[in-house]
């Protein structure tokens, strides 16, 4: 019997069971970064995220135009599993980040620090496979602790641009993320990689200030 594999859960989805309905507050989203707070019933922020966009998708019609409803205040993933597409995420690091006070501040805690994960958000449709970007989630310490564990460690998986210098396709990639048959042990060689996500994801953070904290 050909064993069915189990869809990839969405964050908005664990956030949903844990704190109810969540509303996703665009600080901005043009055709290169999308910064957002997921909040809850409470108005408290329970997760951070910044989306670095891909190019490769832009010109396909029908992405785009998820694109837009994502830009009109829909979540990314929830936005594509609606529209029949398969979701993936790709893990390239689990990290604690130092929290600037703006976002201690939105997040309810007098905690310094916060769990942090880095994933490629790759898609799946008609045998077409696209990475719609790089997503950085920080997660507020009452939802996460700030802790990295060994199961996050395991996790971790080589770029898929990397991937593809290799040899591998897109095929054989988005086979190896259903099957979890990653590679953990091959990260270090692209560390260099990751490390430049997490030095523009530090500046985006420091220098954001958004309009609620000062009105």
């Not at 329970?46 to 830009?71: G, P």
């Not at 802790?147 to 996790?155: F, S």
């Not at 953070?205 to 958004?210: R, S």
Request: glycine share 2%.
């Amino acid at each position: 019997m050909m064993q069915t594999m189990k869809p990839t859960k969405l964050h908005t989805e664990m956030l949903e069971e844990k704190y109810g309905k969540i509303d996703v507050q665009i600080l901005c989203d043009d055709d290169n970064l999308r910064e957002v707070l997921l909040t809850d019933e409470l108005h408290i922020t329970r997760t951070y995220a910044l989306t670095m966009k891909n190019k490769e998708w832009q010109q396909n019609e029908e992405i785009c135009s998820v694109n837009r409803a994502i830009q009109n205040g829909e979540a990314i993933g929830k936005a594509f599993k609606s529209r029949g597409y398969e979701i993936q995420k790709n893990v390239l690091d689990v990290y604690i980040t130092t929290l600037p006070y703006w976002l201690q501040l939105v997040f309810a805690t007098e905690s310094k620090r916060a769990k942090t994960r880095i994933t490629e958000f790759i898609i799946k449709k008609h045998n077409e496979i696209y990475s719609y970007g790089l997503i950085t989630e920080i997660y507020s310490p009452s939802f996460r602790k700030p802790v990295v564990n060994t199961a996050d460690e395991m996790q971790i998986n080589m770029p898929s641009p990397a991937l593809l210098k290799l040899g591998f396709s897109k095929e054989e990639i988005w086979a190896s993320l259903e099957s979890k048959a990653l590679a953990p042990d091959f990260t270090k060689l692209y560390s260099s990689v990751v490390a430049e996500v997490k030095e523009k994801v530090h500046n985006i953070i420091m220098d954001t200030l958004p309009m609620l904290l000062v009105n």
